[in-house]
Each structure stands twice: as structure tokens, then as C-alpha cells.
């Protein structure tokens, strides 16, 4: 069929069903919902037999939706309403929650059901509940729905609030006064799940000394303490501020705009506050202490069956100078280490995005600081490429794109979900791209396609990237499943009589490709077309500013018309 997508953002679910869709042999186009008659002239110019909107901000125009039948994905169970499922969802501590795909009509949410998945609601920021369970519900739930509308016998079921399966309802827009923080009584399990309903958008206004911020992210603490609402603690650009009943870790801030000052975006905690934090100690936590404890790190490292885990999550797979310097040291420890497989990954989200465009805009010097991170990711890749006493193993329990998919192809094999999508290109962000991936790109996928991969691009689904060779084992289910069969694998492999021959193959291939070109030269070439992309008045300046400040875009880039 041709099916036509419909969203507000090319976002991870968008394309996941974009990716599931094409892979099932559907012509699949995508048009943002700009305005509508933007939205009317896409639809004139693709001629769908069926609109889907994965994620919608606003409504469809009468006249489409009556000429067209238009399937709209919304994050709540079966006669949920409102836009803030998800948040009141985790703000009301609720075990299970459902996607549902419903028909447009005149009255928002309230069309015949066309499918409806149930998930459970794991104690996470609404971000990685929506990257993992409402999108592996949501996809079960559109590919029913597209299944019996391709059928032509399938009547959806209008809404019936007296049915005993339909116990949603018409909820109100979550806004700040639900989710105020009362520090000298909220409980640390009430501030947690305040902060995890927003963590991403819209965050928790709150103030700190003196001026109000947005709160983003919430992570328990385990062993700091202090009066209620102070700020006890930094670690590695994250605050701990303590509670009536223990203390919470605060990753990221964003300033709350002032009237007449420029749009203010998120930021490491430290960085938003600035002159603002008073002299608080920095309370550092080793990887393998964080692997044992109920704290905020973005890195831990822990070991099992002769295999090294070097676990890592930062917010929004966006990884600073910082971070991975940070990394980068704790993967040089683990080489240390008497393993013989070493698994890179985190535990269920991003795997890695590449350098962080928000720290960038933040810096004084936006160019140079992007030659700083761009260089500290390269040094990171190189120590992996370099590591030939051990099989490295990049686990992808989530998606993964521009550096940070080229940084999974530095290790030997590459494991991914299902559900991940993939984004091998850097030409949306106007950035030629390093990692050495003109080395690691092409010896995967050939010179031919790994020359489409980053001009045209598209997102990639698992399954795909596995049948090009980007991947090497696509494994089903929950993220708690996907690390359950990659410990069962990569415990094997450490105990494998292959092992040492592989290391020696290893090895002897890396010499062998240095003797034909040297890695430093690849680096050397890359980092050159960079240098041009970080110069000032180059298109990837504009690109990042409107990246950080979510600036859309006036038009459905081409790539994406189907």
C-alpha cells in the first residue's frame, strides 16, 4: 500500500514505523505537519491509500480526514484522552498503561479504535518509556491496524465508555502546577516521578538560588543527604539536590526564558547555574562502586563469566568532550582488565548519537568546542579500533546515529534489538563526519553503499542494517531481554576455544590495513573536511542552532517524500 506518515517530528517512533512499513514492502512517505496546507498539498502530491500519524501535536484538517482514512498512535489505553498520557501515566504511579490507534474525527481522540496494545510502565524517565515500551506497543498496534485495513473487512470499534475494557478518560494538560516539586515534603519517590513525567519535555519548573529553571531528569541517591531542597552535591555535571527522605540527582537544567532574552535550551546542571552554585563538593563514584549502587553515573563497569561490561547512558545519546573523556578512560581501565570480551552499551537506551550539539551551542566558542568533542570522539574510537587482546562487543539496545553508530562499528561485532533504528549519516547536521568511518563504514558494507548510506540519509531498522552488515545479531524483545541474551552470548564467547584464534585474526587484520593506510591517515582526511564544517559562516552552525533551539524546518526534506 502507499501509506502516508504524518508528524510533527521525524522522531524515533516515526521512524521505527517508517522503517517496520518499507521493510514490510509498503511505499511509505513522510510529510510533517507544518501547516495545513503544506499538509494538504503532501497528501495531494503522494496519493496514500492510508495516513498514519505516529506523532501528532496538532490536528488534522476536516477535509483530509474525511477523503481519507487517517490512523492516529496515541500513548494511553483504550479511551485515554488528553495530550499528556504519559505523564499522568508516571506522575500517578500507574503499573500498565496501552497505545492505542484510533480514527480521526471532528472530536480529538475520540474515534473508533482500530487497535489497542497494552505495556507495562517500568520506573524510567518518560523518554526511555517512550523510546522502548509505547513504541514496541505502538508498533504491535499499527501494524495490526494497517494489517486489517489492508483486509477491507475490519470495522474498528466506535468509543464506548461502558464497555469494561475501556478505563481511560479525558484527562487535562499536565501542567506546572501538577507537577510542582514541594521540597520540604514531597517524599524521594513523589520527587522521582514527578521528574521522570517530564524528564524530557517539559521539564519542572522549579527555582535554584534565586532564578527559575526547568528540571530534567531524576535519579535516586543512595547515601548524601542534606536539608531539604539544597544542593549537596556535583558529579560530573549533574547536581544532587537532597529531599525530606534522601537525596536525587539532577543531570540537566534549562533556564527558564526571560522576556526580551534569547530561547534558553537544556544544559549539563552545572553549566545552566554557572556563577549561581555556591562552593558544593564534587563527589566523584568509580564505575565499578556505581555498578553496585542506587546512584546517578553515567558509566559503570562490571564483570562476569570472564566478560567486562562497561555500561553507559547519557541523556539524549549526546556525548561532550567531557563524557567521552570520561569514557574513554574508564574503557583504557577495562583493558586492564584479565577478560577476554569486553560488551559496550547501555542499559536500554541511546546507545550513542555523537557529539553534543547542546554543550556545543553553550560554549564560548561553538567551532572550537566542536573541534574539541570531535577529537575527543575520535580518540575514543581509536582505543577500540586499537584493542587487540580482547573481542569488544557493542550492545544496541537502542538507537544509534551519526558518530554514535559509527563508534559501534570501531568494535568487533555488533549486536543490536530489534526495535533500534540506526542513522549512519552525518548530511542533516551539513557535517562530513569522522570516527574513522571511512574506514569502518566501507570494510562492513562495501565502498557502494556505504557511499548511499550517508548521502541519503534515511533511518535504518534492525532487521536491515543486519542484511547490509552494519549489524550482526538482531535479537527480539524487552531491553531486560536483549542483556539477558547478550550475557548468555558473550559469556560464551569468552569461554570459546575460538576466542584466541579470533584475537589473532584480529590483530594480524589490523596490521594488514595499516600497512595499506594508516589509521591516523584516515583520521587525518576526515578531520581536514571538519576543520571546513566547524569554520565559521559554514551551514552546520545555523543547522546545530536550530537542532538545540527545535527550530522546524518550513519544508519535508525531500529524502523523506517517499
Same mark, same amino acid.
Given at each position: ?14 521512524? #521505527? ?23 494538504? @498539498? ?63 474525527? @471532528? ?27 509505547? @513504541? ?7 501494524? $495490526?491496524?494497517?494489517? #486489517? ?58 527555582? $535554584? ?42 543531570? =540537566? $537544567? #534549562? ?7 534569547? +530561547? ?8 545552566? &547555574? ?58 583504557? =581501565? ?11 552499551? +547501555? ?59 559509527? &563508534? ?33 563504514? +566501507? ?120
Amino acid at each position: 500500500m502507499r501509506i502516508l506518515l504524518v508528524a510533527s517530528a521525524f522522531n524515533s517512533l516515526t521512524q #521505527r514505523v517508517h522503517t517496520e512499513l518499507r521493510d514490510r514492502g509498503h511505499h511509505v512517505g513522510v510529510e510533517l505537519a507544518l501547516g495545513d496546507e503544506p499538509l494538504r @498539498a503532501g497528501v495531494a502530491r503522494f496519493r496514500p491509500d492510508l495516513i498514519l500519524a505516529p506523532m501528532l501535536t496538532r490536528a488534522i484538517p476536516e477535509d483530509i480526514w474525511t477523503d481519507h482514512t487517517v490512523l492516529i498512535v496515541h500513548p494511553g489505553p483504550k479511551g485515554d484522552r488528553g495530550p499528556s498520557s504519559l505523564d499522568w501515566a508516571i506522575s500517578t504511579g500507574a503499573r500498565t498503561w496501552g497505545v492505542t490507534v484510533l480514527q480521526a474525527v @471532528a472530536e480529538m481522540d475520540a474515534g473508533p479504535i482500530w487497535a489497542s496494545v497494552p505495556f507495562p510502565v517500568t520506573p524510567v524517565g518518560k523518554s526511555a518509556l517512550y523510546r522502548n515500551e509505547v @513504541a514496541d506497543a505502538a508498533l504491535t498496534a499499527v501494524l $495490526l491496524a494497517v494489517q #486489517r485495513f489492508e483486509s477491507g473487512e475490519f470495522q474498528p470499534e466506535p468509543l464506548d465508555y461502558s464497555r469494561p475494557d475501556v478505563r481511560g478518560e479525558l484527562r487535562p494538560y499536565h501542567a506546572q502546577p501538577h507537577r510542582r516539586i514541594d521540597w520540604a515534603a514531597d517524599s524521594t519517590a513523589t520527587v522521582l516521578r514527578k521528574l521522570r513525567a517530564a524528564d524530557s519535555q517539559p521539564g519542572v519548573l522549579d527555582e $535554584l538560588f534565586g532564578r527559575e529553571f526547568f528540571l530534567h531528569g531524576g535519579h535516586n541517591e543512595d547515601q548524601l543527604r542534606g536539608k531539604p531542597g539544597t544542593v549537596v552535591a556535583t558529579r560530573d555535571g549533574a547536581i544532587c539536590r537532597a529531599t525530606v527522605d534522601g537525596a536525587v540527582w539532577l543531570p =540537566q $537544567l #534549562r533556564a527558564r526564558r526571560e522576556q526580551g532574552r534569547p +530561547p534558553t535550551f537544556k544544559q549539563p546542571a552545572t553549566d545552566a &547555574l554557572g556563577p549561581l552554585l555556591p562552593a558544593v563538593p564534587e563527589v566523584p563514584v568509580s564505575p565499578a562502586e556505581a555498578a553496585t549502587r542506587d546512584t546517578w553515573s553515567e558509566i559503570r563497569y562490571r564483570e562476569q563469566d570472564s566478560v567486562g561490561y562497561l555500561e553507559f547512558g547519557f541523556a539524549g545519546g549526546a556525548m561532550s568532550t567531557g563524557q567521552c573523556r570520561r569514557l574513554l578512560y574508564a574503557y583504557e =581501565q577495562a583493558r586492564t582488565r584479565p577478560i577476554g570480551v569486553l560488551v559496550l552499551g +547501555p542499559e536500554r537506551d541511546f546507545f550513542s548519537n555523537g557529539i553534543h550539539l547542546n554543550v556545543i551551542e553553550g560554549a564560548a566558542d561553538p567551532g572550537e568546542e566542536s573541534w574539541r568533542n570531535i577529537n575527543a570522539m575520535d580518540d575514543l574510537v581509536e582505543a577500540i579500533l586499537t584493542t587487540t587482546d580482547k573481542l569488544v562487543i557493542a550492545a544496541l539496545p537502542g538507537n544509534a546515529a551519526a558518530g554514535g553508530i559509527m &563508534l559501534t562499528l570501531a568494535a568487533d561485532e555488533v549486536w543490536c534489538r530489534e526495535s533500534a533504528v540506526v542513522n549512519p549519516h552525518y548530511k542533516l547536521m551539513g557535517l562530513y563526519g569522522s570516527e574513522y568511518w571511512t574506514y569502518t563504514l +566501507p570494510r562492513r558494507v562495501g565502498a557502494a553503499m556505504a557511499e548511499t548510506l550517508t548521502q541519503q540519509a534515511l533511518p535504518v531498522g534492525a532487521r536491515a542494517a543486519r542484511a547490509l552488515g552494519l549489524v550482526d545479531q538482531v535479537i527480539p524483545g524487552s531491553p531486560a531481554a536483549f542483556w539477558a541474551w547478550v550475557r548468555t552470548e558473550a559469556g560464551a564467547l569468552a569461554d570459546s576455544p575460538e576466542l584466541a584464534t579470533r584475537l589473532v585474526e584480529k590483530k594480524r587484520r589490523l596490521a594488514a590495513d595499516e600497512a595499506v593506510k594508516p589509521l591516523a591517515a584516515y583520521r587525518a582526511a576526515e578531520l581536514a573536511r571538519m576543520r571546513e564544517n566547524f569554520a565559521p559562516g559554514s551551514p552546520y552552525h545555523q543547522l546545530r542552532q536550530n537542532f538545540v533551539h527545535k527550530v522546524c524546518a518550513t519544508a519535508t526534506p525531500a529524502h523523506l517524500l517517499g
